[in-house]
């Protein structure tokens, strides 16, 4: 995707009052610069949480979100709308709601420095 069309899309975002996470499946991501340069609401994933479907791989990638959220004050997860992802993540909450405050990601967002 080039810079160009990046803009067009964010363009649409931001007279929509939206906002952007970049799931970042790339390393030359240009989603950042183009929200820092429309004033966009933006937020990069810090872990993708199921992208191999493996119960223990799932819950140790859990674990690791957890340990960015404490280090940093905040952490982003993705999930794919898999089964054995909503199993555990229901499995999960009741522990998940004592170390960590599950919020939308409406919350997390800010304009890119």
């Known amino acids: 995707t080039s810079s160009t069309q990046m803009y067009q899309i964010f363009s649409i975002l931001k007279k929509r009052n939206l ?8 390393s030359e991501s240009l989603c950042k610069p ?3 340069l429309l004033q966009l609401p933006f937020a990069q994933r810090d872990v993708f949480i199921d ?3 493996d119960p223990d791989f799932i819950r140790k990638q859990i674990n690791l979100l957890i340990r960015i959220a404490d280090k940093h004050g905040e952490a982003i997860g993705i999930v794919h709308p898999h089964i054995i992802t909503y199993n555990i993540l229901r499995e999960l909450l ?7 405050q599950l919020v ?10």
């Open 51 to 53: 992208h191999i479907q």
């Open 19 to 26: 906002f952007f996470i970049d799931s970042l499946t790339t």
């Open 94 to 100: 009741p522990e998940l709601q004592k170390k960590v």
């Open 34 to 36: 183009s929200a820092r």
């Open 104 to 113: 939308p990601a409406s919350q997390i967002v800010r304009i890119p420095s």
